[in-house]
């Protein structure tokens, strides 16, 4: 809001530079967003916080300087005003919505432009002046924070009522727009129809013109919470619904009323009728309690009894004392202050937040541990970086073109969740698989011009199973391209680079199972299963995608890390190194090569069971050398018995052993 | 001299000339297997002596020897110039051009959030706090009302929401978590809550309507809002370097009861005054307060017995600071040039 440095000095005495002033009530909380300099004046422009309905005047900012200044504040004189016996008779219907009413006639006006100075003062401030009278109801509304609505009284017909509207009711109200109105608005009707939308905006035929004669001056107190739903309703946000949404003061409803009035008399003419007023309980500020040891214990500092009383006098609250415990009863203005650390604020806000001390809280451990979650990730984080693996963080939103991507993941009664009310149609899903965010991104390098790539996200993905709403936290990968390379070598992205990190991450944990994804390459996917549950999968896109979304080979996998303990991930029981040799020995086996790898190094653990450490597939070759429709497979295989040195008798005879066993499935051992 | 003696005195300056005109390793041992092979030239002439006569098989012998032992020396002498000869032989063909490119291995990098959150949280839990997460689908309850903020709560304008159901949103802020440990915790604790929040904000290069916060809890008896000024001039001075200035002001928010903004002298412009800190010299930093009673009893706390106090603050708008980023949008697109710097 913006106020001038003029007009605020009318209400309190003070003799400090503008720069002052705005520190000062910057520092307590209304923050003073530029100060402009004009002519022979300054505007400070305020942001008021959403609970300080007091501020949204000059005399609710004059208030607070004059409280951090301690300046005295000079409040508005109550007009003497002749009244002639003429008026409007009011009904105020819903008294619930309106706890406050007024209408004061007024009799004979000359409407025409505003004097110079008014039309400055408001201008200044940003009210379009608009004529006396209106400007009037706006200077008076800027400077009290009671807003103000003058009818053309000769328009009313009968009387004025408060009412809610009927269904099916219509008004056109000052900015032309004609709306349909419900119960739920709140109207000022005369006998025949609503003539303005309460505490928000006028209508249209009811307004004040050059041909009005008789003024009918509205000053009113509505319902904060019911002005804001219609406001918000009807979409239309005033100078006047937001004053009310904050809430005003209720007592100053007359008293801005009656100098509204006596200014118009006095620019525009006319004689002052009569007020009807609608107030049936008055608004008395309730007292609070405030213990002095309390407030001390809360914030830090030991303020002396009469600094804090100081405090509440310059704020204008009455102040009971008694032994450990006062009773503190605020302005009406302040209806932000009803609990007894309200009244704290009020005394550090005053006093300054520079005079706390600052001092560290002792530690507190042990109570709340860190989410495994947390750990988890920032373990994953570790390795996979570790690995040449790249960290992205994108946003959850997905592009609804890949709404159904992936949908063979999950069981047919899960579905993906949008929101009611995107910023844009095109995004308004929730990715329920990290994929779809990296496939998006993928897209975007490659358009980018970036076609070597290897990324990967933790983040959370969003379903619904049933009628839950399910987030977990999944890993995502997406490569393409070159991973590693250099003018004479290089090593591509495949579907066995992506599932070699994921073994590395997942300590050879997984299985992998051939799996069907429309979007994916049909022979070059798999789910991932550990501990027999589904919890990833892992593949190619498939080339018909692929050419659709103009992407090279993009190879992606996706993992359900809550399905996975953090103990997998940490280090686990420490084995002692063994200082026995270790027995290498590579073998040959041929099989069909339709036959997965996966039964072939089963029977190598079976048959080698503990003495087998570890074994490497280190080529895989097809071709002239063997039979037409076998692939051969060669290990390199690290024996080692824990408790003794192992012979190359024994070893010969597992070889025997597999050589058997091989054969059960189709296969041989080929000798070199 | 005997023609024994003259004949053997032939065949030593023979070998000798033979060895100094080889030029490879292979001739060299052909000559070795020539002369001292088992049935070397040498070898044979020892054999031979036993046809010469008794009392000259001595002198003979050892004059054999002594020829073997030169052509020994001769040969290892030999062998060794060529060997080095050799091998710088082989060094100059293996010799490479140092300037050609190295491989290029890149390093697994991590996000800018990322970066900013582990330092963050490396700070407070130096100061004994522990990191606890909530959901990100949240109910009304806990994102407003629990909270303090009523449906018709003005405060519900600055943060209007995305609904998935009419009772369900994505939060807001990550203050719900503040009532999730409440509810689940008997006090005393010090928690941090990072996460992911959504507003319904037009993305711009200062709001993104995906952004992050971090939120920050301690309750506990006792506890002063002297404490969250100790707690956050810490973690500034930690995160900034010891020579900002902080700064609280009051502000409002209707979870915290006093509230305060916390701002730190402008890393710029060191106070002076630029456009990043709109000329104020400051930088606000987040919000924070002593936790509201209202929202001490939703969350099942005394708050007669017990006093907190929290903070919120844009994780986002952390990582903008510390690298000098002018727009949020950037951390979601992670353009490649953009996440290389990291
Ligand atoms: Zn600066």
């Known amino acids: ?672 | 001299m005997s023609s024994m003696e003259l004949e053997l005195n032939n065949l030593r300056s023979e070998a000798l000339k033979e060895i100094s005109s080889i030029n490879s390793l292979d001739n060299l041992r052909e000559i070795e297997i020539k002369y001292l092979g088992r049935k070397g030239v040498l070898n044979q002439l020892l054999k031979e002596l036993s046809t010469a006569p008794l009392e000259e098989r001595p002198e003979l012998g050892g004059i054999i020897n002594q020829i073997k032992l030169e052509i020994i020396r001769e040969i290892e002498s030999k062998r060794t110039l060529l060997e080095e000869r050799e091998k710088a032989k082989k060094l100059e063909e293996e010799r490479i051009d140092v300037t050609l490119p190295g491989m290029n291995i890149s390093p697994g990098r991590l996000h800018p959030l990322t970066l900013i959150i582990e330092r963050v949280e490396e700070i407070f839990r130096g100061l004994g706090f522990t990191v606890v997460e909530g959901f990100e689908m949240e109910t009304d309850y806990y994102n407003f009302e629990a909270l303090n903020i009523p449906w018709y709560h003005p405060a519900r304008d600055t943060q209007d929401s995305f609904y998935i159901t009419d009772k369900f949103l994505l939060r807001t802020q990550t203050s719900p978590v503040q009532i999730r440990v409440m509810e689940k915790t008997k006090p005393p604790f010090k928690i941090i809550a990072p996460g992911r929040v959504y507003r319904r904000d037009q993305p711009t290069a200062r709001h993104s309507p995906v952004f992050h916060q971090i939120e920050g809890m301690a309750v506990d008896k006792d506890i002063t809002f002297a404490h969250l000024k100790g707690t956050l001039d810490a973690f500034a001075h930690a995160l900034f370097g010891s020579d900002v200035s902080t700064r609280f002001r009051a502000d409002y928010f209707p979870f915290t009861e006093p509230s305060g903004e916390f701002a730190i002298s402008c890393i710029f412009c060191k106070g002076k005054g630029c456009r990043v800190c709109s000329y104020s010299g400051w930088i606000e930093i987040l919000g924070c307060g002593m936790v509201h009673p209202k929202v001490l009893e939703v969350g099942g706390i005394d708050p007669e017995e017990y006093s907190g106090f929290a903070f919120g603050m844009g994780w986002d708008r952390l990582a903008m600071l510390t690298y000098n980023i002018n727009d949020i949008r950037f951390f979601l697109e992670n353009h490649p040039e953009f996440l290389v710097q990291f």
């Open chain 1, 1 to 672: 809001m913006k106020t001038l440095y003029s007009w605020l000095k009318d209400f309190v005495d003070i003799d400090v530079p503008p720069e002052e002033v705005a520190y000062k009530l910057t520092m307590a909380g209304l923050e003073i967003e530029e100060i402009e300099e004009i002519e022979d004046d300054y505007i400070l422009d305020v942001s008021i916080p959403a609970n300080r309905g007091d501020c949204q005047s000059i005399l609710g900012v004059a208030r607070e300087i004059s409280a951090l200044f301690n300046a005295p504040l000079k409040l508005p004189d109550e007009p003497r005003l002749k009244e002639v016996e003429e008026g409007i008779d009011i009904e105020v219907a819903s008294p619930e919505l309106c706890p406050r009413y007024t209408l004061r006639f007024i009799k004979g006006v000359k409407v025409g432009p505003s004097p110079d100075w008014l039309k400055k003062r408001i201008e200044s401030v940003g009210i379009r002046s608009i004529n006396n009278v209106v400007d009037i109801t706006n200077y008076v509304m800027w400077m009290l924070g009671q807003p103000l609505h003058a009818f053309d009284a000769d328009k009313i017909s009968e009387k004025v009522i408060v009412r809610r509207a009927y269904p099916g009711e219509k008004i056109t109200t000052l900015d032309g727009e004609s709306r349909n109105l419900t119960e739920e608005i709140l109207v000022i009707a005369d006998k025949r129809h609503p003539i303005g939308i309460a505490g928000v905006m006028g209508g249209e035929d009811s307004e004040v013109s050059l041909f009005t004669k008789n003024v009918a001056l509205e000053s009113a107190c509505f319902d904060h919470i019911s002005t804001r739903g219609m406001s918000k309703v009807l979409e239309l946000r005033t100078e006047a619904s937001v004053r009310f949404e904050k809430g005003i003061d209720i007592n100053m409803t007359k008293l801005a009323s009656d100098i509204a009035t006596e200014m118009i008399v006095k620019l525009c003419g006319g004689e002052v009728g009569k007020i009807s007023e609608f107030y049936p309980v008055e608004y008395k500020p309730c007292s609070i309690r405030f213990r002095p040891e309390r407030f001390s214990k809360r914030i830090g500092i030991n303020p002396s009894y009469s600094e804090m009383r100081d405090v509440f006098f310059r704020l204008g609250f009455k102040v009971e004392e008694h032994i450990n415990e006062w009773r503190v009863t605020p302005i009406s203005a302040r209806r932000d202050i009803s609990l007894e650390e309200d009244l704290y604020e009020e005394v550090v806000r005053i006093i300054g937040y520079d005079k706390i001390p600052s001092i560290l809280h002792e530690r507190i451990t042990g109570v709340v541990s860190t989410s495994p979650a947390w750990e988890k990730r920032k373990i994953l984080r570790r390795k996979i970086t570790s690995l040449g693996c790249s960290e992205v963080i994108t946003s959850s939103f997905v592009p609804v073109q890949f709404d159904k991507y992936f949908r063979e993941f999950y069981a047919d009664d899960i579905s993906s969740i949008s929101v009611i009310n995107p910023l844009r149609e095109e995004e308004s899903v929730l990715r329920w698989l990290l994929s779809q965010s990296l496939l998006s991104l993928a897209i975007n390098n490659v358009r980018w011009g970036y076609n070597d790539f290897n990324l990967f996200e933790i983040g959370k993905i969003f379903f619904k199973d049933g009628e839950s709403f399910m987030e977990k936290e999944h890993l995502g990968i997406v490569q393409s391209g070159r991973i590693i390379y250099s003018w004479d070598k290089e090593v591509n992205a495949s579907f066995f680079s992506t599932k070699g990190l994921l073994e590395k991450l997942f300590k050879h944990e997984l299985t992998f199972v051939p799996a069907y994804y429309s979007v994916l390459h049909p022979g070059r996917t798999a789910n991932i299963l550990y501990r027999g549950k589904v919890t990833g999968f892992i593949g190619e896109l498939h080339p018909d995608v692929a050419r659709i979304l103009k992407l090279p080979r993009i190879y992606i996998a996706e993992m359900d890390v809550d399905e996975f303990p953090l103990e997998l991930f940490s280090v686990g029981q420490v084995k002692e190194p063994s200082r026995l040799p270790k027995l290498k020995r590579d073998i040959a086996i041929v099989v069909p090569e339709t036959l997965p790898s996966v039964e072939v190094t089963s029977i190598l653990e079976e048959v080698f069971k503990d003495t087998l450490e570890d074994y490497e597939l280190f080529d895989l070759y097809k071709g002239p050398n063997i039979p037409e429709g076998t692939v051969n497979l060669a290990f390199s295989l690290n024996l080692r018995a824990k408790d003794r040195t192992l012979t190359q008798e024994e070893v010969e005879e597992k070889i025997e052993l597999l050589k058997n066993k091989l054969a059960d499935i189709g296969g041989r051992l080929r000798e070199w």
